[in-house]
Structures are given as structure tokens and as C-alpha cells.
């Protein structure tokens, strides 16, 4: 079934991101506010030297440049950089845990 257009109003944005959404899939969406939200999370960390423990130098560079690579569009490149970076989030949590409980 073909999506359906809408009428566009130069002047109203509104009507512009209806078309947008009915055109795009939401799981598209959803995967784009994922990569989102980890490349922020890991520019966060990186920029902040900080993530459940003081980061090294090295570290705050990988997490640079994975950020970079998951707001890549290509999937090739952002595809292992997310499982990396989903990773290196889990390590830091469980290096974490086993301070806190050891």
C-alpha cells in the first residue's frame, strides 16, 4: 500500500513532518533516536572523563570516535560501532558492580 501525501503549506512545518512521518517506518525512527542516544551517552562520558570511574585518555578517544562512526549512515560502519559502544557501556557498569560488591 503506497503511503498517502499530503497537501504541503509552504509556511507550516507541521504539515511537512506529517508527511515525513507517514512516509518513514516508526521502527526507522526508533532505531535513529537509539543511535541517538547511545552516541550522546558516550559523548557525554568522553567529553566529562566519567563513567561510573575516571576514564583514561585512550578511552575518552574511543568513545569519541565511536559516537562519530554510530551517527555514520552507512551501516556498515555504524553497526559494529554500536555494538562496541554497547559493549564498552556494559563493561563500565559491571567493572562497577564488582567494586561496589567486592
Same mark, same amino acid.
Given at each position: 500500500?503506497?503511503?498517502?501525501?499530503?497537501?504541503?503549506?509552504?509556511?507550516?512545518a507541521?504539515?511537512?513532518m506529517?508527511?515525513? /512521518?507517514?512516509?518513514?517506518?516508526p521502527?526507522?525512527?526508533? !532505531?535513529?533516536? *537509539? $543511535?541517538?542516544?547511545?552516541?550522546?551517552y558516550?559523548? *557525554?562520558?568522553?567529553? =566529562? +572523563?566519567?563513567?561510573?570511574?575516571?576514564? $583514561?585518555?585512550?578511552?575518552?578517544?574511543? @568513545?569519541? =570516535?565511536? =559516537?562519530?562512526?554510530?551517527?555514520?549512515?552507512?551501516?556498515? /560502519?555504524?553497526?559494529? %560501532?554500536?555494538?562496541?559502544?554497547?559493549?564498552?557501556? %556494559? @563493561?563500565? @557498569?559491571?567493572?562497577? /558492580? +564488582? $567494586?561496589?560488591? !567486592?
Amino acid at each position: 500500500m503506497a503511503p498517502t501525501i499530503e497537501r504541503i503549506d509552504t509556511g507550516c512545518a507541521s504539515n511537512l513532518m506529517r508527511v515525513l /512521518i507517514s512516509l518513514t517506518a516508526p521502527g526507522a525512527l526508533l !532505531g535513529l533516536l *537509539a $543511535k541517538v542516544i547511545l552516541a550522546l551517552y558516550l559523548l *557525554a562520558s568522553a567529553l =566529562a +572523563q566519567f563513567d561510573f570511574m575516571r576514564l $583514561k585518555y585512550w578511552d575518552s578517544a574511543i @568513545r569519541f =570516535a565511536l =559516537a562519530a562512526m554510530i551517527m555514520s549512515a552507512n551501516p556498515w /560502519i555504524f553497526g559494529p %560501532a554500536v555494538l562496541v559502544g554497547l559493549f564498552i557501556c %556494559a @563493561r563500565a @557498569r559491571l567493572i562497577h /558492580i +564488582q $567494586k561496589v560488591e !567486592g
